[in-house]
């Protein structure tokens, strides 16, 4: 059985940080690329970042780019989402994401929800102004 179980959420002021973890069992990592999702109330589910798991190449949305950084740790199964310089705008429920085969692709490919088989339930960011 997967399950990818995120943590590290909560509320921090703006120009803060927060650091996610997902740690993932059931499922080998080898040839996976894990990702980051978010969505803000009102608004549709949007792609984060997302990271190779043997390579660790990475990707990144436009809005975060230079303030985030996901990363994983091989011997724990977990990815991290380090979160800098954070803004209100970024306020939303962060979820982590698994696609077992990924990496076979470009990972600038890998940003449409569809292409992941494995979701976690999701941990609230808020950031106030």
């Known amino acids: 059985q997967v399950q990818l179980v995120e943590s590290g959420g909560g509320l921090v002021q703006a120009g803060g940080s927060l650091r996610l973890s997902c740690a993932a069992s059931?499922?080998?990592?080898?040839?996976?690329?894990m990702a980051w999702f978010r969505q803000a109330p009102g608004r549709d589910r949007e792609f984060v970042a997302a990271?190779?798991?043997?390579?660790?190449?990475?990707n990144y949305a436009e809005p975060v780019k230079g303030r985030f950084t996901i990363s994983r740790d091989n011997a724990k199964n977990t990815v991290y989402l380090q979160m800098n310089s954070m803004k209100p705008e970024d306020t939303a429920v962060y979820s982590c994401?698994?696609?077992?085969?990924?990496?076979?692709?470009?990972?600038?490919?890998?940003?449409?929800?569809?292409?992941?088989?494995?979701w976690g339930q999701g941990t609230q960011v808020t950031v106030s102004s």
């Open positions: 994401a698994a696609d077992r085969d990924g990496s076979r692709w470009p990972i600038e490919f890998l940003t449409p929800i569809m292409v992941y088989d494995y």
């Open positions: 059931g499922v080998t990592l080898d040839d996976a690329v």
């Open positions: 990271i190779t798991w043997s390579r660790g190449d990475t």
